[in-house]
């Protein structure tokens, strides 16, 4: 996959996306193992990036550590290939590993994203890497290291159905909205990163390989393609996800993660997907039938 | 001839040569002891006897110096410091309970009294929420705490409360043997009473075994069948507990008990 | 007679540590068998003894020497040497004691202390209810009482609760500490039916009783004390 030096002349200074190809092999041997053992957390040994921590490094070194030539790179942030932190990252990769990047889910070999999962079903053969703020799905209760560790290898995770027992208790359903915790092959909690609950159901057996990354805590953990990734509930409480009651806006869809959006001064508001491709593939099929009729 | 009329039950905890040592100083000494099924034992002796120290090891929270103390949880007698630190967590957890003299050390104080009992269930694989409500409302009321305050956080409980709280917390994963530190330590004695009684009709419903910690003989008289008197680290008595208070043989049980009015 | 009771060679003394060592000698050497069916009464003047040796064959004292035998499910178990939970065990099924003092429990009524023995033993809790309610009204406990806890209780009112929870479904040995010391005549002969039933009805009691009168209703036979802690003088 690897090609040493980019045919890329004036980036002639930098290998290969960036990363030297000792530091890919490190990034590539954490994935293996996070491949092996599903949502197991696996160290690794975090490189300073051209970009602060906390701003998608860890993504940033798995998509370098797996970009080959050919590969087509598609980037989002909160759904949209056209945020800053999208761009800026298409843009690097553009720049060190001169790949070809596309804002259309079904043509990119590899997604990064931050936040969301594309409405378009993903395939086999393609790679999703999550930017991770916080890998630990404890940390909230727990905040001892050592003994969120044991509490993993135990699978000792009644606290974490407590929490959610609180929560039916206080506000009659599940109030955790985002970064709702699952269960990955029925052995590790792990947390899906701040997606919204409303793409967890999409992990579940997912054709493509999901990568996660967090540079700033060091770990790499991984969800390998058609593995069951269940969101913890009560049997009688079963997992939901959030519905809206008009569709986008902009495309009519009634299927897909709605943001709102104030549109002026005077509270003015509308809800429109946050997939960009995803509602501009929509307006587009509505656009092309009209045209058609 | 008396050996064949020994139950037929096998111990359910054996204690051999116990000795904790901090640095040079002993916390207990030799300290040997069998428990059989729905026994309740107690420990006395005054502060810095090495009760709590003793109890402290036999609960799987401070390994001994030297000694082993093995539990049978349903695969007959294993060491408890031996097998693997899940399996010893597990049965903590799920074979035995411990009662702490302060209700803040055995419960989670940011979470709903019903959370509390809640997380127990949880632990076993329980995973009906509505069934979870059911039997904690239960338990609440066997330890007469009304039910009406299964979703106020403990930290809203009076004293005695707390301390039913806990015992709910301990008895409803019914484990086999029940570890108390004073449980009645820092309660008003007309509390007290009332904990006093829960416990005895509580235990002897559930028939599980219990070793209970405490300086008060009265508490022990009404709670245990037999008495284990510490002093210094060493156990210097031991007997049915009515033996040992009314008849006492070692002068420092003689001096305990001529200590107190009416115990 | 079947003997359900076999004292040999008891021994006892008090040493009283804190004291200076004053070893206190109560008797020596003391032999003596008891039947089903008896009622042996313990005599002597105070202070010779009684007391301690019907607590001994409780197993409430531990003695200094010898044995005592006590039938328990058929066979003979010396409870000087038997280990504490064959004791228990034996307690629970073999033996009582009937004091004139109730150990009141916080918040347990009279109906329940008096049952609690049968429902420890298994006995139908309904059927354990009614007996022990006939119980007390035998003993002429006003029924307004029965659902109260008898810490509230007067003396009297708790010793015959004490009683009643005794001989409602007694144990085959029973011994008796002074169970009819302070009751009125009326209460008293009570008691002193009761003995005669449990007795006719092949149980063994042992009993110590300040009560002229009362001694000479139940004894079928006495064992005077007076001197049996000579050979240790």
Known sequence: ?293 | MNNQLSAPEKELLRVEDVTRLYGERAGCLDVSLSLWPGEILGIVGESGSGKSTLLRCLAGIDPPTRGHIMFDSGKGLLDIYAVAEPDRRNMMRTAWGIVHQNPRDGLRMAISAGGNLAERLIDRGDRHYGRIREVARDWLQRVEIDPARMDDKPRAFSGGMQQRLQIARVLISEPRLVFMDEPTGGLDVSVQARLLDLLRVLVRDLGIAAIIVTHDLAVARLLTDRLLVMKEGRVVEHGLTDQVLDDPHHPYTQLLTSAVLAA | MTVTIRVEQLTKQFVLHNQGGVALPVFRDLKFEVAAGEMLVLHGRSGVGKSSLLRMLFGNYKPSAGHIFIQHLGEMVDIASTAPRTLLEIRRKSIGFVSQFLRVIPRVTAVDVVRDRMLARGVDARLATERAQVMLERLNLPSRLWKLAPSTFSGGEQQRVNIARSFVDPAPILLLDEPTASLDPANRDVVIQLIHETRQAGHTLVGVFHDQGVREAVATRTLDLTHSDRAAR
């Open chain 1, 1 to 293: 996959m690897s090609i040493a030096k980019s045919s890329q002349a004036d980036r002639a200074d930098y290998n290969f996306a960036y990363l030297d190809e000792q530091t890919k092999r490190m990034v590539r041997r954490a994935l293996l193992k996070a491949v092996a053992i599903p949502g197991y957390q696996v160290p690794f040994g975090s490189r300073e990036m051209p970009l602060a921590r906390g701003w998608g490094t860890g993504g940033i070194q798995i998509t370098a550590a797996l970009l080959g030539p050919t590969d087509v790179l598609k980037v989002i942030d909160q759904g949209a290939d056209d945020t800053t932190n999208a761009v800026s990252i298409r843009r690097f990769f553009e720049r060190v590993a001169s790949v070809k990047t596309t804002t259309a889910t079904g043509d990119a070999t590899i997604i990064q994203t931050r936040h969301r999962i594309p409405e378009q079903p993903l395939q086999t053969g393609q790679i999703i890497v999550y930017q991770v703020p916080q890998p630990e799905p404890l940390r909230g209760l727990e905040p001892r290291e050592e003994e969120t560790r044991k509490m993993h290898a135990w699978a000792e995770y009644g606290l974490m159905q407590v929490r959610l027992y609180e929560e039916i208790t206080r506000y009659g359903q599940a109030a955790t909205t985002y970064a709702y915790p699952v269960l990955v092959n029925n052995r590790y909690v792990m947390s899906p990163t701040p997606i919204p609950k409303f793409d967890n159901p999409k992990m579940d057996m997912m054709p493509a390989l999901q990568l996660f990354g967090a540079g700033r805590e060091k770990r790499i953990y991984a969800v390998p393609p058609y593995t069951s990734v269940k969101s913890l509930d009560f049997d009688d409480h079963p997992f939901t996800i959030q519905q809206w009651e008009k569709p986008c806006a902009l495309c009519g869809s009634r299927s897909s993660y709605l943001d709102e959006v104030v549109v002026d001064d005077r509270g003015g508001r509308m809800f429109i997907c946050s997939d960009t491709d995803y509602c501009g593939g929509n307006v587009t099929d509505v656009a092309s039938e009209e045209a058609s009729a």
